[in-house]
């Protein structure tokens, strides 16, 4: 089973609410990752947990609140977006240390209004 | 600052085609290179891995080599079909300690005329 699954996959949102993604596995990766895309553009990193611990953050904007409850979890809290943040979000994991194998989620599209 | 570029942007051949795409990296300290297969708004499929010293990986139809103190590899695609195409995607891995980040190209929209 190399699966990662995201919910929900698609989401709108206005400005004021308060929303979250997840992410689960199950193959017992230890590093899970946030990336936002961007139409016709490449996947950009947010943040990176390595054995459950915030090992990256990107400068993202404060507004994108990362979590990671378990090993097998992994929760993006949104909070007063804006539209220029409708994207692709992805997330992904790989069994953590380097050399591995990374896999991705189908992402959730998400539309801010 | 890694940087990934992916020669052609866009590729249009007819179905039976063998073709070749082109990612190079300016920093040559990568642990790793990944390809991946995007169709249209969704998620990434990983295609080939290859470690930093490893020369080629070979799945099916598919052959990518990589020749890292030159920073390029190339994904070879034989006897092409319909459904290859899709956006394809190379990714590097650098060698931080903590946690690790896949710096991609901006990908080869690839279309598969039958």
């Known amino acids: 089973d190399t699966e990662v699954t995201q919910t929900p996959k698609h989401l709108v949102m206005g400005m004021t609410n308060k929303k979250s993604l997840k992410c689960e596995q199950h193959m017992g990766h230890r590093a899970m990752y946030w990336y936002k895309q961007k139409a016709k553009k490449p996947p950009e990193l947010m943040f990176v947990y390595s054995y459950e611990k915030l090992s990256i953050n990107e400068s993202v904007p404060s507004r994108f609140s990362p979590e990671c409850p378990n090993s097998s979890l992994l929760n993006l809290h949104l909070h007063a977006l804006q539209p220029e943040d409708s994207a692709l979000y992805l997330c992904a994991s790989s069994l953590g240390g380097l050399g591995t194998e990374a896999f991705f989620g189908q992402g959730t599209r998400l539309t801010v209004v | 600052k890694q940087e990934v570029t992916q020669i052609p942007a866009a590729l249009s051949v007819p179905e039976g085609e063998n073709l070749v795409l082109n990612c190079s990296f300016t920093?040559?300290?990568?642990?790793?290179l990944q390809w991946f297969r995007q169709d249209p708004g969704k998620g990434l499929t990983s295609l080939l891995l290859i470690q930093s010293s490893q020369r080629e990986q070979t799945s099916g139809r598919l052959n990518a080599s990589l020749d890292k103190s030159s920073g390029r590899s190339t994904l070879y695609i034989a006897a092409s079909q319909p459904g290859d195409s899709a956006t394809y995607l190379c990714a590097v891995r650098g060698e931080e300690t903590s946690g690790s980040r896949l710096t991609f190209g901006e990908g080869t929209q690839l279309t598969v005329n039958p």
């Open positions: 920093d040559s300290a990568i642990y790793n």
